[in-house]
């Protein structure tokens, strides 16, 4: 067991250090190149044409043009300007006209995929911009009556297909995680939950570092099992869980998304039921959390420095009712973290 230990130290250090040199030589962020826009080449002047765009888009809107036109001019400002969350009103503005002049006020199948595909360029420019991630969920709910249920479906699996290429591009894009989550809600399949349990484990075992990832896990976890009664099923849950922590701090102890989640299993993993009803989905015994202090000692004795196991070793002392040992961890931890002084001391302060 050691000796997989140390190899998965060594995976982390390597894949960490992989990361840095990428995102040191191509200038991106989570090792995602930003897309360049490129512009006319009769348009030297970048911020003037931005501007001459989206001015444009903003007069047809105070002269109160909703033909064709003025459309395609929203469209193009839209298209190169994502962020102008203003445009994206209007846009729905000009849609909802289109609805009431209609004989069964709808959008038609092209005038819908059309605004979808105008979105996803928008998005391909800019893969977290908050207006073309609401516009798009927009068309799917409220502007996503114009078909048959049969065709809803299939515009719906679909759209969780688009959010799985977005999360290639960029595994921890918040933005697509929140969308798919919603688009889910709006499928009926009681296979859901399990299809996002199998997802989120492909992602974390990926990246032990996607925040993401592990928490939509947490409400997949809920979602499938908060009326499961069978408390072996709970526990083998619970076990798998923490195993793959273990990999998780075993490969990159540093990686903090991790150890968040590993703070809610070991709390019960809490959720809160529709009517307001605050419930745990696992027991935790102090011979759970025995095992889990022993964990922590094996990967403190290799890392010496890792705060977080310290700090989550701590806790669970704390837990144990072993307050003297915890504290003498959490001042071990002012000399290694002094910037963090004042949360360590109020962790020391805090009674469970």
Known sequence: AGVIREVYIVKGVARAFCGWVRDYLFGSMHGVRKVTRVLPSDHEDVDRYFRDLI??????????????????TVARALEHSP?????????KELLRKRCDASTDMRLTQAEWDDELALTERALHRHPKGYGAWAHRLWLLTEAGDVTSDENRTRALH??????????LADERNFHAWAHRMAVRSLIDDPEGAQVQLEFTMEKINANFANYSA??????????????????????????????????????????QSAWFYYDWVLSGAPFVRSNGKSESLFVIGNDILQKEVAKLDELIRLEPSAVHA?????????????????AEILDRLKILAPMHCGCFEELNNISL
């Open 55 to 72: 001015a444009s888009a903003l007069r047809v809107r105070r002269i109160g043009l909703d033909d064709e036109q003025a459309m395609q």
């Open 83 to 91: 962020d102008e969350y203003s445009l994206w009103n209007f846009r």
């Open 158 to 167: 679909a759209e969780l297909e688009v959010c799985n290429r977005m999360l």
């Open 214 to 255: 592990w928490h939509h896990r947490s409400h997949a976890l809920a979602e499938k099992y908060a009326d499961d009664k069978d408390i072996d099923v709970r526990n083998l849950i619970r076990d798998r869980e923490l195993d793959t922590l273990e990999q998780a701090f075993f490969t990159e102890p540093s990686v």
């Open 310 to 326: 310290l700090r989550a070793k701590s806790g669970l002392l704390k837990k144990l009712g072993k307050h003297e040992e915890a």
